[in-house]
């Protein structure tokens, strides 16, 4: 039995701009077609109007904004993911056509349009003072902050671990360290007073469920109590100086560095305080958990075993030269890219030309603040005209490094932090 709701159909909205090239397709798409677009058979189709497509279609994806994105790969187009290869992510702030796209529903309405009028944040729950707050009220009421945050999906790297899980197979390119301009959560959550039994923040937003029912959540995380009022953690409106593009949050967003990035609620409507750990969607079960024991390969873990995943591991990219790169044998050779690790900085990153036997160490440049993802660089020389493999480690304050091989089998694929690799040809 479909979930669609009882309503699903819409009327088409002939106030819509000209050029949206997927409603247009819509129009003149058979009620068959429908169907296969669904993904399911419709079994009233015949008493469907003409004019008028299935409501779980009406809500654009998000797709034809992809003609703003630079070299990215679909990972999925319902929802709309995409991920960045590795060469494209050598800048030091991300650009908006070279950062990867995580969606859980279909972008809102209000997203599409830009039409931030009326917005407002509510913060409620564990507080002393529930607030409502527009855009020009946290402007106002709040100090602007800048800060360069870097944003990493809890599944980037699944694809490598064996044996495989369902979801996005992201590879390396679920990263992307933009610019961001809002306010501190914390300053947002002690305005309202945040009241001693506080255990932890929900996030809502109003994207849109894949079903079309507005009824549903699409995705609601928090984070513990503690987590968010560090100062890290800002709420945004603009990503490298202009509002928040639809594919990343319009008009406000969540940026909750270190965590996966599914805690950084796009399109953010509520801060919901709880007294308990939050259960919104996505929140529970398998989703964004991981075992609370190590695990063979494969092994069924009991739902109750699974904790939730909070800081995300030491990681690092390797950025230039782009894999497969002929260079000469004898010379020196620059070697670059990004390090980051969800405890703060990175102590150390190291490169190896000789498949892990030797390893020299690259220099690191200090993070422009806390969270940003950290340049490092070396020069490497092959000896010799051959096949060569350049691999990446990243080390944490902690003396944790990456792993060779993928770390910690987990039934959902996340928090994969093997070290990156790509191939050199010396001539």
Request: with cysteine; charged share 20%; proline share 8%.
């Amino acid at each position: 039995m479909s979930d669609l709701p009882d309503h699903a159909v819409a009327p088409i909205d002939t106030d819509q701009p000209p050029g949206n090239s997927r409603r247009a397709f819509l129009r003149g798409t058979s009620l068959s077609a429908f169907g296969a677009l669904l993904g399911m058979t419709i079994p009233f189709e015949r008493n469907l109007p003409a004019g008028i497509i299935p409501v779980a279609l009406a809500q654009d994806t998000g797709t034809d904004l992809m003609s703003g994105k630079t070299g990215l790969t679909i990972m999925s187009d319902r929802p709309l993911n995409a991920e960045t290869p590795a060469h494209l992510l050598d800048d030091d702030i991300t650009p908006y056509e070279r950062m990867f796209v995580r969606l859980n529903g279909l972008v809102p309405q209000t997203a599409l349009d830009a039409n931030a009028e009326g917005w407002t944040l509510t913060v409620d729950g564990e507080v002393e003072t529930p607030l409502s707050l527009t855009l020009e009220d946290l402007k106002a009421q709040f100090e602007t902050v800048t800060k360069v945050l870097w944003v990493e999906c809890g599944g980037n790297g699944r694809a490598f671990f064996q044996p495989g899980s369902s979801g996005n197979q992201w590879t390396m390119g679920a990263i992307g360290c933009p610019e961001w301009t809002g306010v501190r959560l914390a300053d947002v959550l002690k305005a309202a007073g945040v009241k001693p039994g506080a255990v932890y923040t929900g996030h809502y937003g109003n994207d849109v469920h894949l079903s079309g029912d507005a009824e549903k959540q699409t995705i609601s995380r928090g984070a513990p109590i503690e987590k968010a009022l560090e100062e890290d953690a800002i709420i945004a409106w603009a990503m490298n100086g202009e509002p928040i593009p639809a594919l990343h949050g319009f008009p406000l967003r969540l940026v909750v560095p270190g965590y996966p990035g599914s805690v950084s609620q796009k399109y953010l409507t509520r801060i919901w305080v709880r007294d308990q750990v939050h259960d919104g969607e996505k929140m529970t079960g398998y989703s964004y958990r991981l075992p609370a024991y190590p695990v063979a390969p494969g092994t069924e873990v009991p739902e109750e075993d699974m904790v939730i995943m909070t800081v995300m591991p030491v990681k690092s990219l390797i950025t230039f030269p782009e894999t497969g790169t002929e260079v000469p044998s004898g010379a020196a050779t620059e070697v670059r890219g990004h390090a980051w690790c969800g405890k703060g900085d990175v102590a150390a990153v190291h490169v190896s030309t000789d498949f892990g036997a030797t390893w020299q160490e690259a220099e690191l440049l200090a993070p422009p603040n806390r969270f940003a993802w950290q340049r490092w660089r070396a020069n490497v020389t092959l000896p010799q005209a051959g096949y060569y493999e350049v691999w990446a480690r990243a080390t944490d304050a902690d003396g944790i490094s990456q792993p060779p091989v993928s770390p910690g089998w987990n039934p959902r694929g996340y928090g994969n932090n093997l070290q990156h690799r790509i191939a050199l040809v010396a001539t």
